[in-house]
């Protein structure tokens, strides 16, 4: 079975820096994975998607995100952090099913604080 | 604005009662997804309707049902509500389920 490891629950950076977001995945093939944000009391929105092109995906807001195969991981960043990026932040692998369908797994989001 | 939009937006009820979620799906999608999203679960996939067929099913406990309408709006169905099914529930649609998911604002389900 696939899973996401999101290795920080809570992640705080000051305006105007760096930002970045730890994914780790586990797959027995070649999987689709997404980065999902979430602002308070909204429902999820897709950044951004990897799904066996290019290994650096570019997405909404200035967010990107690289597939390391040799790591298994699915890091987000962004290179200058703005206060309306605080929010939750989940990793997605998508799971193949013997229907023949697909399902999102979840990883346990981490929370992004911007400071002033 | 994802084009998923879902009703109530909030939903406050008592222990022993039965609510109906409903949704309506991205113009053009078939797929249709329920989750549930608590501080002590997190997220959690429910139940996957494709044009009508259920495809998949997650943690959706025997007490809650769906279905998907010919029109593609799917309903999702709670009921012997317990004060434990207090959380925000989400809907979402997708052109196929190889494609992603694109997300509702959610139903905020409080029982009381």
């Given at each position: 079975?696939?899973?996401?490891?999101?290795?920080?629950?809570?992640?705080?950076?000051?305006?105007?820096?760096?930002?970045?977001?730890?994914?780790?995945?586990?797959?027995?093939?070649?999987?689709?994975?997404?980065?999902?944000?979430?602002?308070?009391?909204?429902?999820?929105?897709?950044?951004?998607?990897?799904?066996?092109?290019?290994?650096?995906?570019?997405?909404?807001?200035?967010?990107?995100?690289?597939?390391?195969?040799?790591?298994?991981?699915?890091?987000?960043?962004?290179?200058?952090?703005?206060?309306?990026?605080?929010?939750?932040?989940?990793?997605?692998?998508?799971?193949?099913?013997?229907?023949?369908?697909?399902?999102?797994?979840?990883?346990?989001?981490?929370?992004?604080?911007?400071?002033? | 604005?994802?084009?998923?939009?879902?009703?109530?937006?909030?939903?406050?009820?008592?222990t022993g009662q039965?609510?109906?979620?409903?949704?309506?799906?991205?113009?053009?999608?078939?797929?249709?997804?329920?989750?549930?999203?608590?501080?002590?679960?997190?997220?959690?996939?429910?139940?996957?309707?494709?044009?009508?067929?259920?495809?998949?099913?997650?943690?959706?406990l025997?007490r809650?049902?769906?279905?998907?309408?010919?029109?593609?709006?799917?309903?999702?169905?709670l009921?012997s509500l317990e004060l434990g099914d207090s959380?925000?529930?989400?809907?979402?649609?997708?052109?196929?389920?190889?494609?992603?998911?694109?997300?509702?604002?959610?139903?905020?389900?409080?029982v009381?």
């Open positions: 079975a696939q899973s996401v490891t999101q290795l920080d629950s809570h992640v705080s950076v000051s305006e105007g820096t760096p930002v970045l977001l730890r994914c780790n995945y586990s797959s027995s093939y070649s999987p689709s994975l997404f980065w999902y944000v979430q602002h308070p009391n909204k429902g999820l929105q897709l950044l951004l998607k990897y799904t066996s092109a290019a290994t650096l995906v570019k997405g909404i807001n200035g967010f990107e995100a690289e597939f390391k195969k040799s790591e298994t991981s699915f890091h987000l960043t962004k290179p200058s952090a703005h206060m309306s990026d605080a929010a939750e932040y989940f990793c997605v692998v998508s799971e193949g099913l013997l229907s023949g369908t697909y399902k999102y797994i979840f990883g346990t989001g981490t929370r992004l604080k911007v400071l002033a | 604005d994802s084009g998923v939009t879902q009703t109530p937006k909030h939903l406050i009820t008592a039965r609510v109906t979620l409903r949704c309506s799906p991205r113009s053009g999608d078939l797929s249709v997804y329920w989750y549930q999203q608590s501080l002590d679960q997190g997220l959690q996939f429910l139940i996957q309707y494709y044009n009508g067929e259920e495809r998949a099913k997650g943690n959706i025997e809650f049902s769906a279905q998907q309408f010919p029109d593609l709006h799917s309903e999702l169905n009921s959380a925000l529930y989400f809907c979402a649609s997708s052109a196929t389920s190889r494609n992603e998911q694109f997300f509702g604002p959610g139903t905020r389900l409080t009381l």
